[in-house]
């Protein structure tokens, strides 16, 4: 557990107080930058609950070194999703643990989106959240140093995209006034639905017409290798040539069921890549669009040999070739959805983050996006929790 009050975060629970203002349930890229947000005033206390310890190594902070922490056990959480019927396998699911959450062992890819796509969410009745509603909240965490223009970022934030500062908040005790729910996105749904809330997500295990929605990009890799480069020294790495195929957009959506009413048993995820046929389409024009990158970089003089790559002869090569190869980029989102309370598809939070049917709860993460922007999610979590404070601290002052 973090207390919020000494620079020391972690406490043992003797140590917490009896209450406080504001719990935070999940310390990942938004839970943090929660806690932090709503101490700025220094007027109220947060207590951030997380498992894990808080693993601030250089490894962590640097993205190639952290993908090491993916399967070791302490640092991040993998288990298989169900049988996925299209790929005729299971599919490694990994989310991050500890303070930082996913972030501490992902790739640190800050990709906003399009403004239109934000445009959509509001369009389908989430107001407050169009492109201009959000873009303040973008740089709200950010002191960018570089040429950009300070349009696209934050000039003022915690967070230095060169450099480093340490942070210290000094509050003071008070009441408990509200709980913030930022989990994993699996665990979510167990999180809520298991103390009995009637939520509409939470509904599948008596009404199985009602899944629960996880869309998740899937990704191919093809391997080429390269010519060892002829310098002194030692050689890191051998030279190796990958292209990743992404489908940003996809058509098809997964589902978290409960397995059962024990809380300490895992969700039953399932993926279903692949159910609808357009997802097909866009990777065939992906991976024959990377082959012939490829191909271009041989012809000008480039070392480059095959190792996994797909004939491109037929649409029935390349779909197998999807099947046996395709897996999860780790970039889940959706599965407590924001929309109307009466939405022809039930959501789970309203567009103040309020979870429907419970008092004092909202949720802020990659869990309540209503249609995944075709980027990657960090940038979107980081001003969904900026967000939100500012929505928590502007209703406390009430």
């Known amino acids: 557990m973090w207390h919020f009050k000494q620079s ?3 406490r043992k629970p003797e140590s917490l107080h009896d209450s406080y203002d504001f719990v935070v349930v999940g310390g ?14 220094g007027r109220h206390t947060v207590l951030l ?5 808080a693993g601030d190594s250089w490894t962590h902070r640097t993205p190639l070194p952290s993908f090491h922490h993916f399967s070791d056990g302490r640092h991040s959480t993998a288990f298989e999703s169900a049988r996925d019927e299209q790929l005729g396998r299971s599919v490694t699911l990994i989310s991050g643990l500890g303070l930082g959450g996913s972030t501490r062992i992902n790739g640190g890819q800050y990709t906003c989106g399009v403004p239109g796509e934000y445009n959509a969410w509001a369009q389908d009745g989430n107001v407050g959240w169009a492109y201009n509603d959000l873009k303040q909240f973008f740089k709200m965490s950010e002191t960018w140093i570089g040429p950009v223009p300070r349009e696209f970022h934050g000039a003022h934030g915690k967070w230095h995209s060169k450099g480093f500062a340490q942070v210290k908040s000094d509050v003071s005790p008070r009441t408990i006034t509200s709980t913030m729910v930022e989990c994993e996105i699996f665990g979510i749904s167990s999180l809520i639905s298991k103390d009995g809330t009637p939520l509409p997500h939470s509904k599948e295990q008596e009404d199985s017409t009602d ?6 990009f899937a990704v191919l890799s093809m391997k080429t290798s390269i010519g060892d480069p002829r310098t002194p020294g030692a050689e890191l790495f051998k030279g190796l040539y990958v292209l990743n195929v992404a489908l940003l957009r996809p058509k098809s959506s997964g589902r978290v069921l409960l397995r059962s009413t024990n809380p300490l ?3 039953q995820c399932e993926t279903r890549y692949l159910t609808h046929p357009d997802d097909y389409h866009a990777l065939r024009a992906g991976l024959r669009t990377s082959l012939a990158v490829s191909r271009t970089m041989r012809e000008g003089g480039y070392d480059i040999s095959d190792l996994s790559v797909p004939d ?3 649409d029935e090569t390349l779909d197998a070739y999807v099947r046996k190869h395709a897996m999860s980029m780790m970039h889940y989102s959706s599965t407590c959805r924001m929309a109307p309370r009466f939405d022809a598809k039930p959501g789970v939070v309203d567009a103040s983050l309020r979870v429907y049917g419970v008092q004092g709860l909202r949720i802020a993460d990659a869990s309540i996006i209503p249609v995944a922007p075709a980027a ?4 979107m979590v980081y001003a969904i929790a900026e967000k939100c404070a500012d929505m928590m601290l502007k209703d406390a002052s009430k």
């Open 376 to 379: 990657h999610p960090q940038a």
């Open 211 to 216: 899944p629960q929605n996880l869309p998740d």
């Open 265 to 267: 048993e895992p969700p």
């Open 28 to 41: 990942g890229n938004a839970g943090c930058v929660l806690a932090r947000r709503l101490t700025d005033q």
């Open 312 to 314: 491109v002869s037929s």
């Open 8 to 10: 020391d975060a972690l």
């Open 49 to 53: 609950v997380e498992k894990g310890d």
